[in-house]
Nanobody
Framework: VQLQACGGGLAQAGGSLRLSCAASGLTFSGSQMAWFRQAPGKEREFVASISTGGRTADYTASVQARFTISRDNTKNTVYLQMNSLKPEDTAVYYC?????????????WGQGTQVTVSS
């Protein structure tokens, strides 16, 4: 599995960013996809996941109503629209073909994309 996340950068609090993650080496349309993040000095955590068809999404409480996950199965790409950004959203963001329950044994994370939110 190869995962290439991009779209991160520097944003001000209250701003927006849109992350993309292109996946290969898997049956993308048959895979739940999720975003995770890891802040400095902290463990990686689940952010959001989306069902294979894109109809069902799951979010961690801290991003509910601010972030939106979506996918394009024709492009093997999953997206994360991040609005109303907060400094605590600062982290490296990764995607993975997992959900909030089954990700801890995943080991093909890719390089991730850095998101930095200034106050």
């Amino acid at each position: 599995v190869q995962l290439q996340a991009c779209g991160g950068g520097l944003a001000q609090a209250g701003g927006s960013l849109r992350l993309s993650c292109a996946a290969s080496g898997l049956t993308f349309s048959g895979s739940q996809m999720a975003w995770f993040r890891q802040a400095p000095g902290k463990e990686r955590e689940f952010v959001a996941s989306i069902s294979t068809g894109g109809r069902t999404a799951d979010y961690t409480a801290s991003v509910q109503a601010r972030f939106t996950i979506s996918r394009d199965n024709t492009k093997n790409t999953v997206y994360l629209q991040m609005n109303s950004l907060k400094p605590e959203d600062t982290a490296v963001y990764y995607c993975a073909p997992r959900n909030r329950y089954n990700w801890k044994n995943f080991n093909s994370w890719g390089q991730g994309t850095q998101v930095t939110v200034s106050s």
